[in-house]
Each structure stands twice: as structure tokens, then as C-alpha cells.
Nanobody, 115 residues
């Protein structure tokens, strides 16, 4: 069974940085795409960034220019480097994968930006 486990969330002051990690276990093949989404209570889950097996990347408007998605050489761990964080970035961040093993979500990790 495929499992995604996020880590790296926490509290940071505005302007600070955090790096989230997501590790994939239980998958016999690499996902076609892995992404980070985030959700603020009462709002829809929104795409933050995606990275494809081909290496292509895509970013949501809120992340472009401030966040960077990457993966390790095994493609079983992805990262989200977040810089210049703002209060509006406060949310639960979820890891997502889509591939031969289907669609999977992690449990989420809380990111809180406040002074």
C-alpha cells in the first residue's frame, strides 16, 4: 500500500523559510507526478507546486517565485522549499502523488506563519 508522509512543517515568522519533505513508501513504481497542495480552513484545497517524472515543474500563482519543488534521485522523496513566507501561507500542506499505483494523499503538515 502506498503511503505518503510529510514532514518539516512548523511555525515561522513572516519573511522566514521552511522546507517540507514528503517520502513515498510502498510503491513499486515511480509516480508520474507528485505535488504539494495546501488548504486553509473553510477554503478549497489549492495546488502549490507539481513535479513530473520528466522533471517538469509547475507552480500555483501563490507559490511562483517564492517556492521551489524538487525531488531526490530516487524520486521517492520530494521537497518544497518555501521562502519569504507570509501570513497568508498559513495552511495545512498535503503531499499528492498520481501514477500507476493510483492517486494518493498524505496526512498533511501544518505550516503557521505569524509574528
Amino acid at each position: 500500500q502506498v503511503q505518503l508522509v510529510e514532514s518539516g512543517g512548523g511555525s515561522v515568522e513572516p519573511g522566514g523559510s521552511l522546507t517540507l519533505s514528503c517520502s513515498v513508501s510502498g510503491s513499486g513504481s515511480s509516480a508520474l507526478v507528485m505535488s504539494w497542495y495546501r488548504q486553509i480552513p473553510g477554503k478549497r484545497r489549492e495546488l502549490v507546486a507539481s513535479i513530473w517524472t520528466s522533471g517538469g515543474e509547475d507552480y500555483g500563482d501563490s507559490a511562483r517565485g517564492r517556492f521551489t519543488i524538487s525531488r531526490d534521485s530516487t524520486a521517492k522523496i520530494i521537497f518544497l522549499r518555501m521562502t519569504n513566507l507570509a501570513v497568508d501561507d498559513t495552511a495545512v500542506y498535503y503531499c499528492y502523488s498520481n501514477g500507476p499505483d493510483g492517486i494518493h494523499w498524505g496526512q498533511g503538515t501544518q505550516v503557521t506563519v505569524s509574528s
